[in-house]
């Protein structure tokens, strides 16, 4: 199953790591995408804003759903050793 067996797995802490420092980068993001939603008149910006917004929510669940399986798969692991 493992392309290298005496190769330990990496832990899921580096991709929490990952998220937790892109967070102020999504906040920035998500604010940008407020601002013109709420306060510009072109309707090309507030498209433009609006699927940005999903495109960063789909990232966010897409990170938080690897995140999930990692913890998942390790916890498997370790109950298979014991």
């Known amino acids: 199953m493992n392309k290298y067996p005496n190769q330990q797995p990496q832990p899921p802490r580096n991709l929490v790591a990952i998220t ?32 940005s917004g999903i495109l960063i929510t789909g990232m966010l669940v897409v990170y938080a759903i690897a995140i999930r399986k990692k913890l998942y798969e390790e916890r498997q692991q370790n109950k298979a050793k014991k």
């Open 20 to 51: 937790l420092a892109l967070t102020p980068v999504w906040l920035y993001f998500y604010y940008q995408v407020i601002h013109v939603l709420l306060f510009k008149e072109s309707i090309v910006a507030k498209i433009l804003a609006g699927a």
